[in-house]
């Protein structure tokens, strides 16, 4: 966007210092400011070359951010694990599902580009840093044509980190710390050259290249009312704590070109009673959702992030997930965040749908009749009163169900990144020695929840780390 349309980011800027204003205490090759997903993939691509010393800074007590409140799926399209289960695609094909849910909204080169490299990645993983992955091919997320998720262990983000963590304390060239905020970026007429870290006692690290990982702002509530849809500013928040647009402000300051600032993840599913995730796998496998008066009312199956709308719009900003026993069974021991929210209490169950909606809080005979409605569309394979057409199942007794409400995960706009994660400024030339990926640079879904395809997040956060990684130790090392 031209410069007379840079949006503003408020008057609590995060600064950005003059080196003229520091004296060093230390020195590093690459600082890596967050430890999430972004910044741990970073570092490891970073660290290859042994005679580089490679810094990981995160400001909360463990590394982490939203990867691990994530479920750590990472799509990519024409891998050996897919070959390995007969599955035939390429990222072509990936590329035509991310454009068609975003409307062709995000830039398509970007979107070719990580979709080309997210096959790289998952090798990269696997075969070179023997990560444990995956591929989850018993249910598809809404608008993918086909099983591209390549996950973790228990489908849990959180194990994802631990490994990559456990990864990077093994390497002799890294260190990486927690407590530790960067507060400024330090730069020489523009060109990055250190940071200012530390929150009792700061120090200034001076470095040759920073790749900013510290994720999105939506805990950042005077950021998520400036640029988000309004109807998701008081929304639950379930994201990490520390996504409060760092990156995005100390990038911003520097000149970097901002876009999709609008653009952000929602969830529509997180259990009422626990504040526990209810995995959107229950609606994918066949269940359906009712508002307090025991109505469907709308697809489901459109996505789960844009639904958090239509939960939100619900009287009170609350639904009720009903399932069954089928797909309670199916998922116990697969999903480490159901099994989590089982333990929790967050579902209750009943022989009727009556009788658990007397228990769960909605209208007994309406969501009886919803059921029942939904039941004989599957049974007929058209589509059910909502549109609906991708009912796997007709739910049987018992009954499974519980409260949930729309929340907000992450956003998804930021600094505008080549294919090398390098920050760009508004006439497409790099703020020199500065890279961004995750939530600080912007996504691939286009404006608003509805253009976010499951996945988009890890694509962007995992591959952008590792191309920034990649090309920071390779003009280091030339």
């Known amino acids: 966007m031209s410069e007379a349309e840079q949006p503003t980011i408020g008057d609590d800027v995060t600064?950005?210092?003059?080196?003229?204003?520091?004296?060093?205490?230390?020195?590093?090759?690459?600082?890596?400011?967050?430890?999430?997903?972004?910044?741990?993939?970073?570092?490891?691509?970073?660290?290859?070359?042994?005679?580089?010393?490679?810094?990981?800074?995160?400001?909360?007590?463990?590394?982490?951010?939203?990867?691990?409140l994530s479920t750590g799926m990472i799509p990519a399209a024409g891998t050996r694990l897919q070959e390995a289960k007969g599955i035939e695609e390429t990222p072509e094909d990936m590329v035509r599902d991310i454009l068609e849910k975003n409307g062709h909204e995000a830039d398509e080169a970007m979107v070719r580009h990580l979709a080309a490299e997210?096959?790289?990645?998952?090798?990269?993983?696997?075969?070179?840093?023997?990560?444990?992955?995956?591929?989850?091919?018993?249910?598809?997320?809404?608008?993918?044509?086909?099983?591209?998720?390549?996950?973790?262990?228990?489908?849990?983000?959180?194990?994802?980190?631990?490994?990559?963590?456990?990864?990077?304390?093994?390497?002799?060239?890294?260190?990486?710390?927690?407590?530790?905020?960067?507060?400024?970026l330090v730069h020489d007429e523009g060109r990055v050259v250190g940071v200012v870290a530390g929150s009792r006692r700061e120090e200034a690290i001076e470095c040759r290249k920073v790749v900013l990982a510290t994720d999105g702002f939506a805990g950042n509530k005077r950021m998520v009312r400036d640029f988000c849809d309004e109807e998701i500013v008081?929304?639950?928040?379930?994201?990490?704590?520390?996504?409060?647009?760092?990156?995005?402000?100390?990038?911003?300051?520097?000149?970097?070109?901002?876009?999709?600032?609008?653009?952000?993840?929602?969830?529509?599913?997180?259990?009422?009673?626990?504040?526990?995730?209810?995995?959107?796998?229950?609606?994918?496998?066949?269940?359906?959702?009712?508002?307090?008066?025991?109505d469907r009312f709308g697809d489901e199956s459109a996505g789960y992030s844009e639904f958090a709308i239509d939960v939100?719009?619900?009287?009170?900003?609350?639904?009720?997930?009903?399932?069954?026993?089928?797909?309670?069974?199916?998922?116990?021991?697969q999903f480490d965040d159901f099994d989590d929210a089982v333990e929790l209490g967050a579902y209750d169950h009943a022989d009727t749908v009556a009788a658990l909606c007397a228990v769960i809080g909605c209208a007994p005979?309406?969501?009886?009749?919803?059921?029942?409605?939904?039941?004989?569309?599957?049974?007929?394979?058209?589509?059910?009163?909502?549109?609906?057409?991708?009912?796997?199942?007709?739910?049987?007794p018992p009954f499974y169900g519980t409260k949930i409400t729309g929340s907000l995960f992450h956003t998804q706009g930021g600094l505008v990144v080549d294919g090398d994660?390098?920050?760009?400024?508004?006439?497409?030339?790099?703020?020199?020695?500065?890279?961004?990926?995750?939530?600080?640079?912007?996504?691939?879904?286009?404006?608003?929840?509805?253009?976010?395809?499951?996945g988009n997040g890890l694509t962007a956060a995992l591959g952008l780390g590792r191309l920034a990684g990649i090309h920071a130790r390779k003009s280091l090392s030339e």
């Not at 890596?32 to 400001?59: F, I, Q, R, S, Y």
């Not at 639950?236 to 609008?262: C, H, K, P, V």
């Not at 409605?373 to 599957?378: D, E, S």
């Not at 497409?428 to 253009?451: K, R």
Request: hydrophobic share 40%; with cysteine.
């Open 15 to 68: 600064e950005t210092i003059p080196v003229s204003a520091v004296e060093w205490d230390v020195a590093t090759d690459v600082l890596v400011a967050g430890a999430g997903g972004t910044g741990l993939v970073a570092a490891l691509a970073a660290c290859e070359n042994p005679d580089l010393t490679v810094t990981v800074l995160e400001k909360a007590p463990d590394p982490g951010g939203n990867t691990a």
């Open 118 to 184: 997210s096959v790289n990645l998952i090798h990269w993983l696997v075969d070179d840093w023997d990560v444990t992955l995956h591929l989850v091919d018993d249910f598809k997320y809404p608008k993918h044509s086909e099983f591209r998720m390549h996950a973790p262990a228990g489908n849990n983000g959180e194990n994802l980190v631990a490994e990559l963590v456990d990864l990077l304390r093994a390497q002799p060239n890294v260190e990486l710390l927690t407590n530790t905020p960067v507060t400024k």
């Open 234 to 294: 008081d929304a639950l928040y379930f994201g990490s704590d520390g996504n409060t647009g760092d990156g995005i402000r100390f990038g911003a300051e520097l000149g970097g070109d901002l876009a999709y600032m609008d653009s952000y993840q929602g969830h529509a599913t997180v259990a009422h009673q626990t504040g526990m995730l209810s995995t959107y796998a229950v609606i994918m496998n066949g269940g359906i959702l009712v508002n307090v008066d025991g």
């Open 312 to 333: 939100l719009r619900q009287p009170g900003g609350v639904a009720f997930e009903l399932f069954d026993e089928r797909i309670f069974e199916k998922l116990q021991g």
């Open 365 to 396: 005979d309406a969501a009886t009749a919803a059921v029942e409605r939904y039941n004989a569309a599957v049974a007929d394979g058209g589509p059910d009163e909502v549109g609906r057409t991708d009912g796997v199942h007709t739910l049987s």
């Open 421 to 454: 994660a390098r920050v760009l400024r508004a006439d497409d030339t790099p703020v020199e020695n500065l890279y961004a990926g995750g939530g600080v640079a912007c996504g691939i879904s286009g404006h608003g929840a509805g253009g976010y395809l499951s």
